[in-house]
């Protein structure tokens, strides 16, 4: 009687689904935070007073020279509020329960969907990708480091050219870049950087570069300590490779655009908050009411027929010693990857 084409209608599969996985993130690896009671405040910057060596020599009856206690001056720091929202409707969950055509036992049974956990990462999701991009945008600025802690390498000079020159080596040298960085950084802190942001897809430029392959000729690449042992640097490093949608709408066409660009970063990182602490910077984060820096609120909107989840996160992205880091703008070409 009836066209059974008419009458069906697909199954959605609960066996699969196509779906990007989270990525990792590196801002707070970077900018480690430190929980801190109030909006705004200031913190000291000790000065070197505590490294000068003073007249200790005494004669026998005369009084021991006496020293001043080391200086410092002081930074601030003022927090900011991010928060983010997202609703579960009743409708969501009606649907889901009674399946309503959504889902097939003989295709795996239930959707397996969680809204109240969905909407939970959705938000916390998102607040991480724009601290991330703050981050990001803070450390590849060139203005906020010295003219010695900072180059923008450009042509033969980037180290995806292997564009030859006498001796049949190319001109761009990251080996002798990093050890540079690495002694600008040593000079302006008393300490050598322990960690290294390099784009993902710029590793292999490095770790194949012929200044690095001609050093080790006889160096097994396949060691995974490697890359340390052919630079010079011992330390963490972060191939860094989170992106994001730039084009800041679901309905537009996806502008996938990295974080990191082609700079690489290098720098002092001490993730552990306490005095006389080094690091390049920090994220300064409000501690909220039940203690945690990012909080999970619900409650019920009995209008709209719904529940909400809202994750907040008030901080404030900052540099506290621009000596720590070391910043290589455009290090690989345009076209790189």
Do not use: C
């Amino acid at each position: 009687m009836y066209d059974p084409g008419t009458l069906y209608s697909d199954p959605i599969l609960t066996n699969l689904s196509v779906g990007y996985k989270d990525q990792a993130l590196y801002g707070e690896r970077i900018l480690p935070v430190t929980g801190v009671d109030t909006q705004s405040g200031r913190y000291r910057v000790f000065d070197r007073s505590n490294w000068l060596i003073f007249e200790s020599a005494r004669e026998p009856g005369t009084v021991a020279n006496e020293i001043q206690g080391a200086k410092w001056s002081e930074d601030t720091f003022k927090t900011r509020e991010r928060s983010l929202q997202a609703p579960i409707l009743d409708e969501e969950r009606q649907q889901l329960n009674s399946q309503g055509g959504l889902a097939n036992p003989v295709f795996g049974g239930t959707l397996q969907l969680d809204p109240e956990r969905d909407a939970t990462k959705l938000v916390t999701r998102s607040l991480l990708l724009e601290h991330e991009l703050l981050v990001s945008a803070l450390i590849r600025d060139p203005a906020q480091y010295a003219a010695a802690n900072k180059i923008t390498l450009s042509g033969t000079s980037q180290w995806s050219d292997y564009t030859a020159t006498l001796p049949a080596l190319p001109v761009s040298n990251p080996v002798n870049d990093l050890m540079v960085a690495m002694r600008a950084i040593y000079s302006a802190t008393g300490r050598y950087p322990n960690t290294l942001a390099v784009p993902a897809l710029g590793m292999n430029y490095i770790e194949n570069h012929p200044r690095i392959i001609d050093r080790f000729k006889s160096f097994n690449l396949t060691d995974p300590e490697a890359f340390r042992k052919l630079t010079g640097f011992d330390g963490t490093i972060l191939p860094v490779d989170s992106v994001y949608n730039a084009a800041n709408n679901l309905d537009a066409t996806q502008a996938i655009t990295s974080f990191w660009g082609k700079d690489v970063w290098l720098g002092i990182v001490d993730p552990v908050p306490g005095q006389n602490t080094f690091t390049f910077g920090k994220t300064f984060a409000q501690t909220y009411p039940d203690g945690s820096t990012r909080p999970v609120d619900r409650w019920r909107e009995e209008p709209r027929k719904a529940d909400i989840v809202r994750v907040s996160y008030k901080y404030d992205t900052k540099i506290i010693a621009a000596g720590a880091g070391y910043l290589f703008t455009t290090a690989f070409a345009s076209g790189a990857f």
